[in-house]
């Protein structure tokens, strides 16, 4: 999984898996929820993202894999 946070539109993209999406669905005004060919949910854009998360304070907490991060 990989959170993008975009300053330049203040988009959030939650990336849940590398596999492809081929389809999309507005959930409410500026969510969109991506989906691969199997109908699985591999990714979560969110516009105006500053107002509709809380972007100043993530955490993780028991995750089983690697933690990576990139201050870009």
Do not use: C, F, W
Not at 7 to 12: F, H
Not at 41 to 57: H, S
């Amino acid at each position: 999984m990989k959170l993008n946070y975009h300053p330049d539109t203040d988009s959030l993209y939650i990336d849940l898996s590398e596999r492809p999406s081929i389809e999309s669905r507005e959930v409410s005004e500026g969510v969109v929820l991506d989906y691969d060919s199997s109908g699985r949910l591999v990714g979560i854009d969110i516009d105006n993202a500053t107002n509709k998360v809380e972007l100043q304070k993530l955490i993780l907490s028991k995750l089983p894999g690697k933690i990576e991060t990139d201050a870009a």
